[in-house]
């Protein structure tokens, strides 16, 4: 009778000093820690993501509880092969802490020079904290600046995955808020007409808002500064929403470009004459790096009808698509519609967000990770955009630019 392969457990992890395979080479350890964002639900490193990371010569260590808010005990980890760790053990042996958004001062202040810090760290929207890491000496990873242009860079890219989850959940918040169903219904009561719905915004996010509207039943639009998403917003059975104000607006690495304040004020002017007429409003317009542009006013939000809802998904500190909206909250205006601030929609769906993302993770730690070490190369098409800080500097050239800091010139352009 063949015998049982015995179990992994946290005692003999995959790939740890123990283990024929750990004596055999070096490998790199990253700490994965609890994210302290409020409302954060994701972790950066999934237990089914764990494998994969031990052939590519990566060690995990997870803090206790890193998981629980994403559906992941700390029980899954440890059968995977992962230490389970306190935070400060975590933070004392890693080489590199992997994490959703960026660390606080607190934790950054704890590191120690060679660390590595991998995230999305949002550089272009706080630069000060490019220079914080820079000065503290650790290596800064972003993959929100990932070139996504680079064909080898799709699996890595972590902007598409969480934003695919976010246009498919702010579907579902319209839903929640909206007083009446999504699809046509007739029955003995009487016919019920299909929700209006109104995407701005034919990027990942937008896109994937669309068809999950679509496929709920919903009469859905779908409107975009280039001309060229088009087939894209037709492919998923939207309608394509034509404005005569402005002209063809995009831009590089398949965003559109900032418009000018007279495109603008014409832009809005001519949405909110279609907005009155939508049941529901959703918003996924940003521009990399700088405010969110204005697409709804006021005065549109003003001429929705009683019950009518908005959800903005490009709400932040920074402001959002929708005159009024506030991330994290719920806003009722005077006319009866709601305004939904939620530029944090993928923590909210946190067991596939994460999974996303950790796949995200394991695929850039393979590129980049030889014999025990971030092989740290700013000349390569990949790690020039997502390079931030290295050896005490910061080598990225946008970031340095709007620190006005003298840096390393590279090719590489937060996108």
């Known amino acids: 009778m063949t015998q049982a392969a015995p179990e992994l457990r946290g005692g003999n992890p995959l790939g740890s000093e123990n283990s024929e395979e750990g004596a055999a080479r070096k490998l790199l350890t990253i700490g994965v820690l609890k994210e302290t964002e409020p409302g954060e639900q994701r972790?950066?490193?999934?237990?089914?993501?764990?494998?994969?990371?031990a052939a590519a010569g990566v060690r995990v260590l997870v803090e206790s509880g890193a998981g629980a808010a994403a559906f992941f005990p700390d029980s899954a980890y440890e059968h995977s092969g992962s230490p389970v760790v306190s935070a400060d053990e975590a933070l004392a042996r890693a080489d590199a802490l992997v994490s959703i958004g960026a660390p606080g001062p607190v934790l950054i202040s704890r590191m120690h020079a060679g660390q590595a810090v991998i995230g999305m760290l949002a550089p272009l929207v706080q630069p000060g904290l490019a220079r914080q890491l820079a000065d503290q000496g650790l290596t800064a990873i972003s993959l929100d600046c990932l070139p996504r242009t680079v064909s080898r860079a799709q699996a890595m890219d972590a902007l598409t995955s969480q934003a695919n989850i976010a246009g498919y959940k702010a579907v579902l918040v319209a839903a929640d808020h909206f007083g009446r169903i999504f699809p046509m219904l007739i029955t003995a009561a009487g016919t019920a007409k299909p929700a209006s719905v109104l995407v701005l915004g034919a990027g990942v996010a937008g896109l994937q808002a669309m068809?999950?509207?679509?496929?709920?039943?919903?009469?859905?639009?779908?409107?975009d500064v280039r001309p060229e998403t088009r087939d894209q917003v037709e492919s998923v059975g939207a309608r394509f929403l034509e404005l005569e104000s402005v002209g063809p607006a995009g831009g590089q690495g398949g965003y559109a470009r900032a418009l000018t304040s007279a495109e603008q004020v014409a832009q809005q002017e001519d949405l909110g004459r279609h907005i009155a007429r939508f049941d529901i409003v959703i918003t996924t317009a940003q521009v990399p790096g700088r405010r969110?542009?204005?697409?709804?006013?006021a005065a549109a939000v003003a001429g929705m009808q009683p019950g009518a809802v908005v959800v903005d998904l490009a709400a932040s500190s920074l402001g959002g698509n929708v005159d009024g909206s506030q991330p994290g909250q719920v806003i009722l205006t005077d006319g009866g519609a709601r305004i939904i601030g939620a530029g944090n929609l993928a923590a909210q769906v946190p067991t596939a967000a994460s999974t996303a993302y950790s796949h995200n993770i394991a695929a850039l730690l393979a590129d980049i990770v030889r014999d025990g070490a971030l092989d740290i190369n700013p000349s390569d098409e990949i790690q020039a955009g997502v390079v931030i800080t290295y050896q005490g500097k910061v080598i990225h050239p946008a970031v340095g630019a709007l620190l006005d800091d003298s840096h390393v010139p590279g090719t590489g352009d937060c996108r």
């Open 43 to 53: 972790v950066a490193i999934v237990p089914e993501s764990l494998r994969a990371l």
């Open 211 to 223: 068809g999950t509207a679509r496929r709920l039943g919903a009469m859905v639009t779908g409107y």
């Open 292 to 297: 969110p542009p204005l697409l709804v006013t």
